[in-house]
């Protein structure tokens, strides 16, 4: 069975910056797809940035520039460098795995931007 563990959110101030850690218990041979959602107080879960097997990283528009998504594949975890953030992007974070047939849920991690 697959753990998939979140870390690093937490309270920042505008402007500040963020790193959040997405860890896999175990190697998964074949990731078609790979990403980061979150989920704002009464609206519905938006995918921040995501890169689907053979295509490139997409970013939302309203990150670009500001965010960067990264693997160790090494480690089995995935990355969102936050910079520059807003109060905006205040949202509970989650992380997704998907290979051929499950999708691996990270628990979801807190991001509260505010001064």
């Known amino acids: 069975q697959v753990q998939v563990v979140q870390s690093g959110g937490g309270l920042v101030q505008p402007g500040g910056s963020l790193r959040l850690s997405c860890t896999v218990s175990?190697?998964?041979?074949?990731?078609?797809?790979m990403g980061w959602y979150r989920q704002a107080p009464g609206r519905q879960r938006e995918m921040v940035v995501g890169?689907?097997?053979?295509?490139?990283?997409m970013y939302a528009d309203s990150v670009k520039g500001r965010f960067t998504m990264s693997r160790d594949n090494d480690k089995n975890t995935l990355y969102l460098q936050m910079t520059q953030l807003k109060p905006e992007d205040t949202a509970v974070y989650y992380c997704?795995?998907?290979?051929?047939?499950?999708?691996?849920w990270g628990q979801g991690t807190q991001v509260t931007v505010s001064s």
């Open positions: 890169r689907t097997m053979g295509n490139r990283t």
């Open positions: 997704n795995h998907r290979d051929r047939e499950n999708d691996y």
């Open positions: 175990r190697k998964i041979f074949t990731i078609v797809h």
